[in-house]
């Protein structure tokens, strides 16, 4: 074998071992020991900005999660349901969504960006009902396969706000 030869299948085995590395699932570099940092936003309301808190617990298509400092990176769909923040001082704050996406960096910072975001204690819960019961009519009602899907949809986000406001 030739020098070439050699040299080639050595950087090809480097090339293989660094690929591996790179493809393994690890843990987030949390850059402050167990902190992350929290940035949460609707189109109503920014709600956290890059602050350091101890969790986040959210509500995904995928299921319901918590986030802690160090977690796998993660892209998720939020589908219509409570997402609870523990702060640093351990005081919880639990604000309905509506949808919207999370995701978890590896540098240990999570973004919850919502379409529509409603802290619990501004929940009415008179009025979900109300909005479940119309929604529930429109579904009755709905003509076609696109008003019984946008129903659908209503008729979800109030069941899930009438669940948040009795909670």
Known sequence: MEDREIMALAFRGVLRSAARRL??????????????????AAGNKVYYDKQAVKQVDVPSFSGSFGILPKHVPTLAVLRPGV??????DGA?????????????NDDSSVQVLAEEAH????????????ALSRAQSELNSA?????????????????????????
Not at 83 to 88: F, G, L
Not at 92 to 104: A, D, L, P, Y
């Open 23 to 40: 493809q393994v699932r690890s843990y987030a570099d949390a850059p402050r020991g167990d902190e992350m940092a929290l940035t949460f």
């Open 119 to 130: 802290p619990l204690e501004n929940l009415d819960r008179g009025a979900a009902q109300e």
């Open 92 to 104: 919880q704050k639990k604000i309905f969504v509506s949808s919207g996406t999370v995701t978890v």
């Open 83 to 88: 997402v609870t923040v523990t702060e640093n």
């Open 143 to 167: 003509g076609n396969e696109k008003a019984k899907a946008e129903a659908a949809i209503a008729v979800e986000v109030a069941e899930e706000i009438v669940k948040a406001a009795t909670a």
